[in-house]
C-alpha cells in the first residue's frame, strides 16, 4: 500500500504490484501442496486412547 500510495496511486503501479504479489505465491503455493501430497502428511494419524494418558510415577 505504502509503495502504491508513493507512487500516486495509478493504475499500472497497482496492476504491477498485483502481478508481482501474485507471482511469488502462487508458485509457493504450488510447491507446498506438491510436497505435502508426495510426503504422505495426509495419513498421519495420532493413536486413540479411551481415557486420560497417566503420568508416569
Known sequence: MRTWSLWKASSWSGFAL????LSCWIPTVIVVVA?????????????????CIKPPE
Open 35 to 51: 510436497f505435502l501430497m508426495d510426503s504422505g502428511a495426509s495419513h498421519f494419524r495420532l493413536p486413540r486412547y479411551a481415557a
Open 18 to 21: 498485483i502481478v508481482f504479489y
